[in-house]
C-alpha cells in the first residue's frame, strides 16, 4: 500500500508543542495521540475531524478513495497547523482494509481511528440496484468491522505496554434509530454501527480502548447538500466543525452521543415521546424530498 507524505520527515512528530493547549486538548494528546488515522477524510465531517485534530496537534494519516481532494486537505491542514499529515488511497469497499492500513502505522504510535467514511444510496429499496445495497453493507459494515478488530487490539497492546488509552469513533446517524424510508439500506448500516460501538465499548473499556459511536444528524457536508431539493420539511442541520469538536470532547465519557442540541431535541422528541405508529410518517416526509441517487459511494463526507 503506497502512502503519500506531505512532509519531508514521516518519522518527526507535530511541530505544535501539546504544552500549548488547553488542559482539556493537552490531556486528549496524551491520552490518543500522537497519530491519528481519518477514513474518509477527504471533505465534509472527516475533513472537520481532521483540521480539530490538527488544531489539537495530532499528526494525521488520512484516507479515502479520491486522491486529488485528499492530497490539497493534507497540504492545507500541514501548512495551516504545522502538523505531520500523510495520505493513503484507501477504497472501504473492497474487504480486509486493516491489513492495508496497519502496514502503514506499524511500530509507529498511533492513538485513535475515525471511520467516517460511508455509503448511502437514497430511493426505495426494491427500485434501487442490488450491487449498490452491497456496496453500503460493504463501506459501512463489513470495513468499519475489519478495522474495529483490528484497531482495538493495537489499541489493547498500547494500553498493555505503555498504559496509554487508545480510541475508535464510529459514524452512526439519527436515521439508524428507527426504520427510515428511502434511505433504508443506509439507516440499517448505522444502527449496525451504534450497536457494534456501545457492546464493543462496554467491552473493551477496562482494556484501555474506548470506542463510541456518533450519532449524527443533518450536517451541512457537500454530500447532504447534494442530496436536499428543499421539498422535505427542514431538519435541524449542524456544521461539521461543531460536530467534530463535541464529539472528540466525549470520547471516553459515552459509548454513543448525538451531538447538537437540536439534534438531542429532535431524538428526544421523534425517537423518545412520539408513539411508534407516527414516526414513520414523519420520517416518511422528512427523507421523501432527498434527492434519489442510486449511487452508494456517497456517504458522510
Known amino acids: 500500500m503506497k502512502m503519500h507524505s506531505i512532509n519531508d520527515d514521516q518519522s518527526a512528530s507535530s511541530n505544535i508543542s501539546p504544552a500549548t493547549f488547553s488542559a482539556a486538548h493537552q490531556k486528549f494528546h496524551a491520552e490518543y495521540g500522537p497519530l491519528a488515522v481519518i477514513l474518509g477524510a477527504s471533505e465534509g465531517?472527516?475533513?472537520?475531524?481532521?483540521?480539530?485534530?490538527?488544531?489539537?496537534?495530532f499528526s494525521l494519516i488520512l484516507a479515502a478513495r479520491r486522491i486529488a481532494p485528499?492530497?490539497?486537505?493534507?497540504?492545507?491542514?500541514?501548512?495551516?497547523?504545522?502538523?505531520?499529515?500523510?495520505i493513503l488511497p484507501l477504497d472501504l469497499a473492497e474487504p480486509d482494509p486493516w491489513p492495508k492500513?496497519?502496514?502503514?502505522?506499524?511500530?509507529?504510535?498511533?492513538?485513535?481511528?475515525?471511520?467516517n467514511a460511508a455509503a448511502s444510496p437514497i430511493g426505495e429499496f426494491l427500485d434501487l440496484k442490488l450491487e449498490a445495497a452491497r456496496r453500503t453493507v460493504a463501506v459501512n459494515v463489513a470495513s468499519p468491522l475489519d478495522v474495529l478488530h483490528g484497531a482495538g487490539n493495537s489499541f489493547r497492546e498500547r494500553y498493555r505496554r505503555s498504559g496509554k488509552r487508545g480510541g475508535v469513533i464510529l459514524m452512526s446517524s439519527l436515521s439508524g434509530i428507527r426504520g427510515t424510508p428511502y434511505v433504508s439500506t443506509y439507516a440499517a448500516t448505522k444502527a449496525w454501527n451504534l450497536v457494534m460501538a456501545e457492546g464493543a465499548g462496554i467491552e473493551a473499556r477496562s482494556q484501555g480502548v474506548d470506542i463510541m459511536a456518533c450519532i449524527a444528524g443533518a450536517t451541512d457536508t457537500p454530500g447532504y447538500?447534494?442530496?436536499?431539493?428543499?421539498?422535505?420539511?427542514?431538519?435541524?442541520?449542524?456544521?461539521?466543525?461543531?460536530l467534530a469538536s463535541e464529539t472528540l470532547n466525549k470520547l471516553g465519557r459515552r459509548y454513543s452521543m448525538i451531538p447538537g442540541w437540536g439534534n438531542r431535541l429532535t431524538a428526544a422528541l421523534i425517537y423518545g415521546w412520539t408513539p411508534r405508529r407516527w414516526i414513520f410518517g414523519i420520517l416518511r416526509k422528512a427523507t421523501g424530498g432527498l434527492?434519489?441517487?442510486?449511487?452508494?459511494?456517497?456517504?458522510?463526507k
Open 45 to 57: 465531517i472527516g475533513l472537520a475531524f481532521a483540521e480539530e485534530l490538527a488544531r489539537r496537534g
Open 70 to 86: 485528499l492530497r490539497d486537505a493534507a497540504e492545507q491542514l500541514a501548512a495551516q497547523y504545522g502538523v505531520l499529515t500523510e
Open 101 to 115: 492500513i496497519e502496514s502503514v502505522i506499524s511500530k509507529r504510535d498511533f492513538g485513535l481511528l475515525i471511520y
Open 225 to 242: 447538500r447534494d442530496s436536499v431539493t428543499g421539498k422535505g420539511p427542514g431538519a435541524p442541520v449542524q456544521s461539521p466543525k461543531a
Open 291 to 300: 434527492r434519489h441517487r442510486d449511487d452508494a459511494q456517497l456517504g458522510h
